[in-house]
């Protein structure tokens, strides 16, 4: 009898060992690029590869443009060239059509995307620029699906910004699988909009760490959750030093658990 039950439980032991599911850690960054003005896009993509991210939420990319300040980025496909040099998948969502091109924000995945939705945002009055959600559900090794998603919000306009966190908090809630959000907000930690909508988000950055302006940073204004705050936990974050932009880019080790 007692043999019996050793091999039962030592049965039990060795399934749960073998079909217990593991967390699964991942290197994420969200950086806004101020349109490529103060760097190459080599400088910048050699920069991001430096810290091997899985995942990077981007802001402020153009694309074909032929922009008066930046010459040395007449005619480039942002997303298309960063993804080339990091050996990262590109993911590209305009927003606004702009000097003969267009302006938006994207994505690098290093795991390959099931699908692609971009979501448009509302604005407060129609001459505010217009804003959007990028989203992609994203395959990962471990056969784990999770959606990441960038996306920048207005600076002029607290009621724009939370018009635009509702919709964008609600779209990914509903998503069937966990999420990871990145962004350049235009909004401190202590805004009625982050209180408001990320109370039940789990952060995926330390507020105390400041992203803007690059030189003498004085607010932290570029975030990374995940939802369902159950299913992420944060290993470490910090904001690097880099001259390459006006904005201080975040990494942050995090875990998916089950």
């Not at 979501?119 to 620029?129: A, C, N, R, S």
């Amino acid at each position: 009898m007692k043999l019996k039950i050793l091999l039962v439980f030592f049965l039990g032991f060795l399934y749960s060992s073998l079909f217990a599911q593991e967390s699964v850690r991942l290197k994420v960054m969200t950086y806004n690029l101020r349109f490529g003005e103060l760097a190459s896009l080599k400088d910048i993509a050699d920069f991001i590869a430096t810290y091997s991210p899985d995942f990077v939420a981007l802001q402020e990319l153009d694309c074909m443009t032929k922009r008066k300040r930046t010459p040395h980025q007449h005619g480039k496909n942002f997303a298309t060239e960063l993804g080339c040099y990091t050996k990262m998948f590109p993911l590209y969502g305009k927003t606004i059509s702009y000097a003969g091109g267009f302006y938006g924000i994207g994505m690098l995945t290093r795991f390959p995307y099931i699908n692609v939705q971009k979501v448009m945002l509302p604005k407060q009055k129609v001459e505010h620029e217009t804003r959007a959600l990028l989203m992609a559900e994203i395959e990962l090794p471990s056969g784990d699906t999770i959606i990441v998603a960038s996306t920048h919000l207005d600076y002029t306009s607290m009621i724009s910004r939370d018009k635009q966190l509702e919709i964008i908090t609600k779209t990914l809630k509903e998503k069937r699988f966990p999420v990871i959000l990145g962004g350049d907000f235009n909004t401190t930690p202590n805004s009625t909009e982050i209180r408001t909508y990320f109370e039940d988000w789990q952060s995926l950055s330390i507020d105390s760490l400041l992203t803007s302006p690059s030189k003498e940073p004085k607010n932290k204004i570029d975030y990374l959750f995940g939802y369902p705050q159950k299913c992420w936990r944060l290993i470490s974050s910090r904001v690097e030093n880099s001259s390459l932009s006006d904005h201080l880019p975040i990494f942050s080790e995090i875990e998916l658990t089950f």
